[in-house]
């Protein structure tokens, strides 16, 4: 490994005590247990390795890491270069991650854990590189990145994949985004920047200007045509359409996971009574109108929401290289820039980044997709096609979009470890 920012490019390793005196945890040794692989990427900036302690001030509660050791596996967080620096530009962070999973490949059997069994776990960007490693995993795409960091001669492949609220799919989550809220035009934006290697997100009001809803419209239009050349069913075997004007069944489809949302919220004791956009009648949801879902839980982003016209977003940054901070990345934008001379990232970059282009037969079988009820960060379009383009290969795919939830992760640990627990036992 030749590492070219080491406050990044490390890896935390933990074994539960109880393998260093030959013992085991929740049926594992330290030879069968599964290795926990989470990642603290977040806005695509730098995420530093992961280590064991509260999930926040004064909460009192262990965080994931911590949970995993209590439950017998080993953990392994690796960190990974983020946008802010000059060469963590995309693809860097994944090509970190895929390096680290090589490196406990290559020395599985020095190490404590089973390699064959590595779970990752990300939350929003995190959650879509988390995703990514699950998808693409020993695609030939990366193995020039990947030789020139002096990754192990190993293979890259993880078993399972958590991955909350993923913000991935890039090159249509601007099209999507708009898909589901065309026509709200307040909104409440969030901020984000780095200060002191934290996160740090401030909320911002405001009111679409004309342009905007210009860009909007022009966005929403593409959407249909995207969706429709997927050619993704249902488990019902319903193809998912969406007509010109953006209505159809995959709307439907949307519509029925956050009825289902609700009806278990209703089966445990919420109030949803102020909930607008929902009809319930005799205790059983009936219906959600998607539409009205929108205006009800608010814009969060202007229009465009990732690939900026004036390459002002956290995703513009993570599509620069080295001599240039900021690029587009979707055809859309570059023609509408408001930026003389902008530049366009590279198609193959693009690629590289979305977990969308690389599902394929075989490979990771298991993935727990989370995306917040409440969650206005991307479209809940671009998490549903994930999961349905997931199942259309045969994987195995539990997805579903909790109740009251915004873009967070990590909020439902009982249950994913639940899930892990489930898989871990399969081939």
Same mark, same amino acid.
């Given at each position: ?22 013992? $085991? ?6 030879? =069968? ?11 695509? #900036? ?6 064991p ?5 004064? $909460?009192?509660?262990?965080?994931a ?54 779970i ?5 960007a ?10 693409s ?7 020039? +990145? ?8 190993? =293979? ?79 488990a019902?075997?319903?193809? #998912? =359409? ?36 929902? =009809? ?6 009936k ?5 009205? +879902? ?6 969060q ?14 995703e ?32 193959a970059?693009?690629?590289? #980044? ?7 037969? %075989? %490979? ?18 671009? $998490? ?23 873009? $967070? ?19």
């Amino acid at each position: 490994m030749k590492p070219t920012d080491t406050r990044y490019q490390i890896m935390n390793v933990y074994i539960p005590e109880a393998y260093f005196q030959g013992g $085991s945890v929740n049926g594992f040794t330290k030879d =069968t247990a599964p290795i926990f692989f989470p990642n603290n990427v977040g806005g695509y #900036m730098p995420g530093e390795a992961g280590q064991p302690e509260t999930d926040s001030p004064g $909460s009192g509660k262990p965080n994931a890491i911590a949970v995993a050791l209590s439950q017998g596996y080993v953990v392994a967080s690796a960190g990974a270069r983020g946008r802010t620096e000059a060469n963590g530009r995309a693809p860097a962070a994944i090509v970190d991650l895929k390096a680290a999973v090589r490196y406990l490949k290559a020395n599985d059997a020095q190490m404590a854990g089973n390699a064959g069994k590595i779970i990752s776990n990300g939350t929003s960007a995190g959650g879509a590189l988390s995703a990514l490693l699950g998808t693409s995993g020993n695609a030939p795409e990366y193995a020039p +990145y990947l030789r020139a960091l002096g990754a192990a001669n190993a =293979t890259d492949d993880v078993f399972a994949v958590s991955a909350y609220c993923p913000i991935t799919n890039l090159e249509h989550a601007d099209a999507a985004y708009e898909w589901q809220f065309n026509g709200v035009n307040d909104y409440e934006k969030i901020d984000i920047a780095m200060l002191d290697y934290h996160v740090q997100r401030k909320t911002v009001r405001g009111t679409q200007t004309a342009e905007q809803i210009r860009l909007s419209d022009g966005l929403k239009k593409l959407f249909p045509a995207y969706v429709n050349s997927l050619k993704l069913k249902n488990a019902q075997g319903v193809l #998912m =359409t969406l007509d010109k004007n953006g209505n159809g069944s995959f709307k439907a489809q949307i519509e029925s996971m956050l009825a289902q949302s609700a009806q278990k919220a209703l089966g445990e004791g919420k109030d949803l009574s102020g909930q607008t956009w929902l =009809t319930i009648e005799n205790g059983k949801v009936k219906a959600a109108d998607f539409s009205a +879902y929108a205006q009800f839980v608010g814009r969060q982003k202007t229009a465009p929401a990732f690939d900026g016209v004036d390459l002002s977003t956290g995703e513009n940054n993570l599509f620069g290289d080295a001599q240039t901070q900021a690029k587009h990345f979707t055809a859309f934008s570059a023609q509408n820039s408001t930026i003389s001379g902008a530049q366009t990232a590279d198609a193959a970059t693009v690629r590289i #980044m979305n977990a969308m282009n690389f599902i394929k037969q %075989g %490979g990771t079988q298991h993935y727990r997709i989370r995306a917040g009820e409440n969650d206005r960060d991307t479209s809940l379009a671009v $998490s549903q096609l994930l999961a349905l383009n997931l199942q259309a290969h045969g994987k195995n795919v539990d997805y579903a979009l909790p109740w009251g939830v915004g873009h $967070s992760g990590d909020y439902d640990l009982d249950e994913l470890f639940a899930w892990m627990q489930s898989v871990a036992v399969q081939k």
